[in-house]
Nanobody, 123 residues
Framework: QVQLVESGGGSVQTGGSLRLSCTSS????????MAWFRQAPGTERERVAS???????LYRESVEGRFTISRDSARQTLYLQMNDLKPEDTAMYYC?????????????????WGQGTQVTVSS
């Protein structure tokens, strides 16, 4: 059973930074689309950033220029560097893997999910 384990969440003030990590217990990072989603209470899960392992990273418009997705295949780890955080970034953040080299925004197309890590940004 492949597992994804996120870490790095926490509470910061507006303008602060956090770096999320997601480590896979199986060889998922090397071959597939990996993404970060987030979900705030009462809202739908939304894609924040995705990386198809061909150098194509996509970002939600609201985080463009502030967040950076990257992966380290040797460590089987996906990262999300979040800078200039805003209160509207507050949510539970999840990493996900789609067993396809093409990424998608629809969370139902992702097969593996981590347990989530909470990010809280205060004003």
């Amino acid at each position: 059973q492949v597992q994804l384990v996120e870490s790095g969440g926490g509470s910061v003030q507006t303008g602060g930074s956090l770096r999320l990590s997601c480590t896979s217990s199986g060889d998922l990072v090397t071959y597939y689309c990996m993404a970060w989603f987030r979900q705030a209470p009462g809202t739908e899960r939304e894609r924040v950033a995705s990386d198809d392992n061909y150098g194509r990273a996509l970002y939600r418009e609201s985080v463009e220029g502030r967040f950076t997705i990257s992966r380290d295949s040797a460590r089987q780890t996906l990262y999300l560097q979040m800078n200039d955080l805003k209160p509207e970034d507050t949510a539970m953040y999840y990493c996900a893997v789609r067993k396809n080299t093409l990424c998608a925004s629809d969370p139902t197309l992702y097969s593996y999910w981590g347990q989530g890590t909470q990010v809280t940004v205060s004003s």
